[in-house]
């Protein structure tokens, strides 16, 4: 395993780091100086970054001006850089290059990834042209430690018949859709000399095809697609869900610990308070972003970032850390 602690970057990322601090009111955290060098979990992190966008972008459909970058400062300002991190709602394979480039220059490794559609297509351009037209899913590693070994992509579910709720779950269609096209990677850790497998999820919203009624039934897609790149090996899943875990015909998260998956805050639903052990990922305060794990012994260490943490918005979504040990 390679360490790398970009010397020729320490003061521009102490400075990041003490900038944030003053926006935030608190004491300078630590700056990114190393990777995790513990064979024994993995640091992962999820968001859905709504296209990185910067306050100067699509000023209609981003009236309260995005930034990107506030969430970047902040993972810049952890003491260890990320092995993973879970990407929806990205551009496509230029915009996610970008990112993984940046990180491999900004952030202590080296980084690599892989996406759910290259070039996905474009997005019902009558509301949200310019936020929501092109978007699909990525999974972002270190590849100084973990090493791509096989993919596979599927598509989320939603009523049969979307306009009336009924139906049989099945495939999302439609070329909006595209962003509801899922990814997983089975790895080999280096470090840690195992397997792992990492899946970047979203599922369809209520609003453009009930997809929250297919929730029990994505839950289940999502174990059964990760299971064809091996079993008994630990899993890791981040994305967006769009619904609550109490919601599905079968709620998803009952249904998700019956099948062994794990969650840093025990699968339960916002409480609508800041200081809530299951806080609000969403704007509305719904609990829609989620890290899971299966095949390991714990998850643990569970943040949301919260936009005060941050220093201001960075997306609709907050993301989300946590600790995957094997």
């Keep these: 395993m390679t360490t790398r602690h970009h010397g020729h970057r320490l003061a521009a990322t102490v400075a990041a780091a003490l900038t944030l601090a003053g926006l935030v009111g608190v004491a300078p955290a630590q700056a990114a100086q190393t990777t995790n060098p513990n064979a024994s979990y993995l640091v992962v992190y999820d968001n859905n970054v709504e296209n990185m966008l910067s306050p100067t972008d699509c000023p209609d459909t981003n009236p309260d001006k995005n930034d990107f970058e506030k969430l970047f400062a902040y993972i810049k300002a952890q003491p260890y850089s990320p092995d993973v991190f879970t990407v929806q709602q990205i551009s496509n394979q230029a915009k996610l290059d970008a990112l993984t480039q940046r990180m491999t220059t900004e952030l202590p490794g080296t980084y690599k990834s892989v996406i759910a559609i290259a070039n996905p297509n474009s997005g019902d351009t009558s509301t949200g042209a310019c936020t929501k037209q092109h978007q699909t899913n990525a999974v972002v590693y270190r590849s100084d430690r973990l090493t791509v070994r096989s993919t596979l992509t599927w598509r989320s579910d939603s009523p049969g018949d979307q306009e009336d709720s009924v139906g049989p779950c099945r495939n999302n269609e439609g070329g909006f859709q595209e962003r509801t096209e899922n990814v997983a990677v089975r790895l080999t850790d280096n470090l840690a000399k195992k397997a792992v497998i990492v899946a970047s999820v979203h599922w369809p919203t209520k609003k453009s095809s009930n997809g929250p009624l297919c929730a029990g039934e994505n839950i289940t897609e999502v174990n059964d697609r990760t299971a064809e ?98």
């Design 229 to 326: 790149l091996g079993t008994k090996i630990l899993t890791i899943v981040g994305g967006d869900t769009n619904a609550r875990v109490t919601q599905g015909r079968e709620p998803w998260g009952a249904k998700a610990q019956k099948l062994g998956f794990k969650d840093g805050y025990g699968f339960r639903d916002a409480c609508g308070s800041a200081s809530c052990n299951a806080p609000g990922t969403f704007t509305d305060g719904r609990r829609i972003d989620f890290l899971l794990s299966k095949g390991g012994p714990d998850i643990t260490n569970p943040v949301t970032i919260s936009r005060a943490a941050a220093g201001g918005r960075y997306s609709d979504h907050l993301a989300l850390k946590v600790s995957v040990k094997y």
